[in-house]
């Protein structure tokens, strides 16, 4: 299989004996290792020194992940411990542990307590919290998809633009603290243009206090609607005009660009409308709004009949979120090639809802191989993941017999095909250069 994954990159003198430690940490690894890749508890991977070459490798941005889902349950939790206004439910499920922030003058409801006495005084533990705000915590009765909806319900702690700041602020810090030098969030842009607006300059203003200290590290937004079937077209046309309102109307001033760049659906693939119901609405929006462009969650989906790849390839999108069932139709993955169309890859998020069971069987890896440019990215890693991207690297590095050469084009690529501007674009790809060169003299 080694053939299938490595794109004979030319690799330096130094490049060459790093690759050739990194083979080695991988078969010790696997020679060991006997596990199912659960990376939120399975502390042999952490501990294992190919995680922690993953760890400390330049990896470039993470471009797939989604608002109110980018801090894993430990960096979550000593967030809200931090925080003096945050309450946890500590009655029955299915409320409990949702988090909300409230004024303590106006009285505080039963079963909610302060966060940081409820962990203490032992309401809730941090293994209760594990299991409730991760996929850990599904149950025999529901599909894991049921499950993982309810934890984003839990999580609706952002109800005005002060605790949505402080949030982002703790989440971009903490990609910084990983060396991930971009992140683009899809967030949900609910109310009033207004509204909408003031939330996506929330959200800058955390960015700017970390571009403060941090002059190199970039966030880009895309906005989303949702396309479950339930959903009225009413609303997702509202939230879709609302992105395009931040596009227009919030850029990132210090940099002269986009800060909203652009638009995508989301919600699962199997039980929403089909991408053409969207159709005129998303045609329209982007011939309205030059500079907006579509990066489309599709092909995530094991259904035979799934049509949302082709679907998605006649609105002429720029990146696929997913792509993943793309070896279903030998026409359209050619397509996607010939077009130069990027994928957004997320292994342990196709792991852990159950699109494949062993990530040796990746469609990627013929996808790279057919010369398809993909990335590496998380999703939702707050409920999936240990921590974010580390792992999507790690799992495909062991998962595909990735050699250096592959993942210095894996990172690269996050770079090459992130929606900031061309000055950002090569600010990002000289620092990540200066980055990658340090590794390899640190590691040769
Ligand atoms: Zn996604």
């Not at 399975?42 to 922690?52: A, F, H, K, M, V």
């Not at 001033?253 to 995508?264: H, N, P, Q, S, V």
């Not at 039980?271 to 119901?277: K, L, N, P, Q």
């Not at 139709?329 to 359209?332: A, D, R, Y």
């Given at each position: 299989?080694?053939e ?6 030319a690799?330096t003198p130094?490049?060459q004996?790093v ?10 690894f696997?020679?060991?290792y006997h ?6 508890t ?11 070459f ?7 941005a993470d471009l797939h992940?989604h608002?109110?889902?980018?801090l894993p349950v ?5 967030w809200?411990m ?9 009655g029955?499920m299915?409320?409990?542990g ?16 302060r966060?940081?006495?409820?962990l203490m ?6 293994e ?7 996929v ?13 909806e ?15 700041t402080?949030y ?9 603290s990983?060396?991930?030098?971009l ?5 949900l842009?609910f ?6 607006a003031?939330?996506?300059?929330a959200i800058?203003?955390a ?5 403060d200290?941090e002059p ?11 396309k479950?079937?339930w ?8 939230m ?8 227009e109307?919030?850029?990132d ?12 659906l989301?919600?699962?693939?199997d ?7 969207y159709?005129p609405l998303?045609?329209?929006?982007v011939q309205?709004?030059?500079?907006l ?5 599709c092909?995530e989906?094991?259904h ?6 082709e679907?998605?390839l006649?609105l002429?999108?720029v ?9 279903q139709?030998?026409?359209?993955l ?8 990027c994928l ?6 196709n ?22 440019p993909?990335?590496?990215?998380s ?16 799992v ?12 210095k084009?894996?990172?690269a690529?996050s770079?090459?095909y ?8 090569e600010q ?8 990658w060169?340090a590794?390899i003299?640190?590691?040769?």
């Open positions: 299989m080694a299938l994954d490595t794109l004979r990159i690799l130094d490049e004996r690759d050739a430690r990194l083979r080695a940490l991988k078969e010790d696997l020679q060991s596990g199912q890749y659960n990376m939120l399975d502390s042999e991977i952490w501990q294992s020194g190919l995680y922690r993953c760890h400390s490798l330049p990896k470039g992940i608002g109110l889902a980018c430990r960096e979550m939790t000593d809200l931090s925080q003096g206004d945050m309450y946890i439910h500590t029955e299915p409320q409990r949702s988090i909300r922030m409230m004024d303590p003058s106006a009285g505080i409801p039963e079963p909610y307590k966060f940081a006495d409820a005084d032992g309401d809730i533990t941090p209760e919290l594990q299991r409730i705000w991760s850990l915590g599904a149950g025999p009765d529901q599909t894991i998809w049921e499950w993982f309810t934890i984003f319900d839990r999580h609706l702690f952002a109800t005005n633009n002060d605790i949505v402080r982002y602020e703790a989440v971009f810090r903490y990609y910084v990983l060396g991930i030098q992140v683009e969030i899809r967030i842009p109310g009033t243009p207004e509204e909408a003031a939330m996506a300059t800058r203003d960015y700017y206090r970390v571009m200290t190199g590290f970039c966030v880009r937004l895309l906005g989303c609607g949702l479950y079937a959903v009225d077209l009413g609303v997702t046309t509202a879709m005009e609302n992105a395009a309102y931040i596009h109307n919030v850029k001033i210090r940099r002269g660009e986009d800060f909203l760049t652009a638009l995508d989301v919600n699962e693939e039980r929403s409308h089909e991408i053409s119901f159709a998303l045609t329209r929006l309205e709004h030059p500079g462009k579509l990066m489309l969650h092909g989906s094991l035979p009949d799934s049509r949302s790849v679907e998605a006649t002429s999108p990146r696929l979120g997913h792509g993943f069932n793309l070896y139709h030998p026409e359209l050619e397509q996607v090639r010939a077009e130069g169309i957004e890859v997320c292994p342990v998020s792991l852990t809802l159950g699109y494949l069971k062993d990530p040796a069987n990746h469609p990627a890896r013929g996808y790279r191989a057919a010369g398809i993909i990335v590496l990215a999703d939702d890693p707050a409920f999936q993941e240990h921590t974010n991207l580390v792992d999507d690297f790690f495909a590095t062991a998962g595909w017999d990735l050699g250096l050469g592959d993942l084009e894996l990172a690529h770079i090459r992130c929606s900031a501007g061309a000055a950002t674009k990002l790809f000289r620092e990540w250069q200066r980055r060169d590794f003299r640190k590691n040769c």
